[in-house]
């Protein structure tokens, strides 16, 4: 099979099912059908008259989308660049025509099985072979698979498939209906009616409707692999390890294999497996084949199994299994699997502040530390596995062990949880339901239960999936959300109660079924936020929680110190991108916040967003001196608030046992919540959280005239360490000083002071001096520090730092030694446009600190001396202006 751009949803299953071996491979055979497809706009589209420069037809990429089809034959701009996304929304308005003209090869044609396999189709498509229609496919989440023996022809076959706009084809029924369920973003053009969102009604990933962090561009094309499958006899067509029981002294395992035969008959069974080390172990056993579909298991026993394990808590062993299904000493069908062994439990006992939400990891409680993820990119082909790898190394790098893969996008390839599961990423895996609520007709929930199966059984072998979740934000947008208040006071009592109960059909039976019934190893959860339908949704005390008074509210940030959930699987505040990417999709005249191009760019309060940074940035900075200080504030705002918020959640450990703040990654280049953007450059939040989510950190939190203490630990072992704590000046006066022996408990946070600012500051001045904790082990290794301040930024004496910064050739992009001669709050190291990228940034210097720092970048030297620009808070509002 070819490998394309985007690595497809189907492919580790495809490649082991066709490459295990010449044996295996003789059986079944595919046919890439990748090579050679052009593309047009629909000649009965109603935008094929406004856009005659799309009628020709033109060479299209399989997997890929119309949008991107467009851009590389010209016939449209950068979709990304200043507003073009206002004139570019007649594509997903329009019906497109995809046609490949191919031969089967001879061998193909003599199999007694030959199918036609869409791998994903995006997502109204009527598929023809040779005239014939095959396919109405109507979900972007569903493999299509068709027989085609007697379609095809022995010379040319045409292949045509047929694209409807889902906008264009849902909105005249739309309009006709009763009412409109509530969807989730109107669209900023006009082309659907407010409060009329088609979204809901279409399996297809809702973000490409518009979010609030995201563009509008609704995709059209062949999104997944086309190939030919042929076999002869029988057909293996799913492999599974089902981990019965996992524990350190034995693994009990069965090997399931779904097997599609010809013809009744005796048959063996083989399964081989690789432990981590290399040894090899076999089982086999008899079996007697249906002619038909036929569900074969063999049960595995491993001693003493080498686990799999989140980052930090162990290694990440992985065995392959190797399953082989025989008749007389001859291979019939074969297939691979690799997996991780380990045990999952979401464990809810009750205890003094209700009912916990804790991940157990092979009897672990492992605190989740991380970020949500939506999409890499808006044209999901254009997300490579290099480009996804990057962002995952970007969340363990940060010291994250979790990841919540959000509802309203599409399920990732195997490329990613293949990395998730070598990095020890912890995946919280949504269902793709973004917020919108679903209709209740019984066709939409079949067609959901289908894609449903097909993808739990497509990713349920990776270790790295630790739970499956209904939705983002159904049930707590039903119940709490003012649009839905007001849309169920406009309907009568009976529709009312068959759209509630339509809704906990789907999450909290039909899908939990799926679940239960193809990955009874990992744990369902309804809704996020949820108490699994045992009530309502978004408690503090019991279920996860999101967090929106901060931002969205427009509450201080302080009002995080005020909520302790159980879990808190979504907060966050917003940020600009680095300049280097600003002016990526800017000019120099865009630079203001509230521009044209910056509002396009924003996508919260369809452009207002600007404003609730300002807001935030003048309430604990003041005034930014220019936007490039706009910028460069909105990111230490973000970071300083989230650190705020993350680290009360780690110091009260175990009454809140995850912190998963939003959100990681960007599908564009604009204004979000993100840590890393769009060409995955870090924000000041991505390194801050290196900080915050370090495996032990001293924790200083501020409130109301005292300051809490607090040391946390994620080792799972008692270690002896000393906290030594000093109060400064700014220029760098030690005031006083003290040290404290401390035994740090294992997998728990212990408060270990906590002096009110008097006790603290003594006379010291509050705006003029801070404190310093840090903690050191026994062999006088830093491994923590904590800054804390008694006044708010904006109320701080901050002096000029007089940074200094020397750049030095180390043959590997450079070395960079700054120092501060008084201190020097959210140091930002930058090199403008060229990439470059230091190990560390928005960090304090102490008076008389330096620091040094390794440069990666494939830039020379001299380049990046004359691009270099260090900043830190001191100078970047205008003088002392106060909100």
Known sequence: MQRSATFPYWSALAVSLLLTGPAAAAQLSAQSLAQGWQFHIAPKSAEAKAHPEAAEWRAAEVPGSVQTDLLKAGVITDPFYRDNEARLQWIGLADWDYRLS?????????????????????????????????????????????????????????????????????????????????????????????????????????????????????????????????????RMSDVHIAQQHVDADV???????????????????????????????????????????????????????????????????????????????????????????????????????????????????????????????????????ERMAQILRSARDANMNMLRMWGGGHYQSDAFYEEADRLGLMIWQDFM???????????????????????????????????????????????????????????????????ENGMKALFGETLRSVVRENAPDVPYWASSPST??????????????????????????????????????????????????VRAFAEERDLEPNSPVMRAHQKFANGDGNDRLLLYIRKYYGEPKDFESFVYLSQVMQAEGIELAAEHLRSVRPQA???????????????????????????????????????????????????????????????????????????????????????????????????????LLRKADPAGSFAVYELVDDKGRLLSRHLLFAKPPIELKLPDPDLKAELRDNGQGGLLVVSARRLAREVWVDFGTLDAAPEDNAFDLLPGETRELRITSEAGIDALRGALHVRSLAGATKGDAKP
Not at 447 to 453: L, P, Q, Y
Not at 550 to 571: A, C, D, M, N
Request: proline letters at 6%.
């Open 532 to 581: 699994d339908y045992e009530g309502p949704a978004n408690q503090l005390t019991d279920g996860d929680y999101h967090s929106w008074s901060v931002w969205s509210g427009s509450k201080p940030i302080e009002h995080y110190l005020s909520e302790t959930p159980r879990f808190q699987s979504e907060y966050g505040l917003q940020s600009f991108p680095v300049m280097a990417t």
């Open 657 to 759: 046992m995850g912190s998963l703040y939003w959100q990681l990654n960007d599908v564009w280049p604009g204004a979000s919540w993100s840590s890393v953007d769009y060409f995955g450059r870090w924000k000041a939040l991505q390194f801050h959280a290196r900080r915050f989510y370090a495996p032990v950190r001293v924790v200083a939190v501020h409130n109301d005239g005292r300051s809490d203490v607090f040391v946390v630990s994620d080792r799972t072992e008692p270690f002896q360490a000393t906290l030594r704590s000093r109060v400064m000046s700014m220029d760098g006066k030690v005031l006083r000083e003290s040290k404290q022996a401390l035994k740090v408990a294992p997998l728990a946070s212990a408060k270990v002071a906590s002096p009110t600012d008097a006790e």
């Open 102 to 234: 191919f031969k089967a090869d001879p061998a193909t044609l003599k199999r007694s099985h030959v199918e036609l396999v869409f791998d994903g189709l995006d997502t109204y498509a009527d598929v023809t072979l040779n005239g014939r229609k095959l396919i109405a496919a109507d979900n972007m989440f569903r493999r299509w698979r068709v027989p085609v023996k007697g379609v095809l022809r022995s010379g040319e076959n045409k292949l045509e498939v047929h694209l409807h706009s889902p906008i264009a084809r849902l909105q005249p029924w739309l309009l006709k209906q009763p009412y409109a369920l509530p969807g989730e973003f109107d669209s900023a053009f006009g082309d659907e009616p407010k409060g009329k969102q088609s979204a809901n009604y279409i399996r297809k990933a809702n973000y490409q409707y518009g979010w609030d962090w995201g563009p509008r561009y609704v995709t059209l094309g062949i999104w997944q692999p086309v190939r030919l499958e042929s076999w002869d006899d029988v």
């Open 433 to 499: 339901f973004g917020g919108a609520i679903p209709p209740y007709d019984e066709a939409f929930r079949e067609n959901t239960r289908i894609e449903a199966v097909e993808q739990v059984r497509r990713l349920r072998d990776h270790p790295s999936i630790v739970l499956w979740c209904g939705n983002n934000e159904v049930q707590t947008g039903w119940e709490a959300w003012d649009d839905r208040k007001k849309f169920r006071a406009s309907l009568a009592p009976d529709e009312l109660a068959r759209i």
């Open 251 to 385: 693994a009990e395992l069965h090997a399931e294999a779904n097997v599609q035969a010809d013809q009744a008959g005796k048959a063996k069974l083989t399964v081989s497996w690789s432990d981590p080390d290399g040894s090899r172990q076999q089982a086999s056993q008899d079996v007697e084949l249906r002619k038909g579909d036929n569900a074969l298991s063999l049960p595995i026993r491993i001693e003493h199994p080498r686990r799999w394990w989140p980052v930090g808590y162990g290694a990440q062993d992985m065995y392959r299994f190797e399953v082989a299904l025989s008749r007389d000493g001859a291979t019939l069908a074969a297939a691979s699997r690799a997996t991780g062994l380990r045990s999952v439990e979401l464990r809810r006992e009750k205890d003094p502040w209700g009912r916990g939400f804790a991940f157990v990891v092979n009897g672990v409680p492992v605190f989740a530390k991380g970020a949500n993820l939506i999409p890499f990119d808006s044209f999901p082909n254009r997300a490579t596995p």
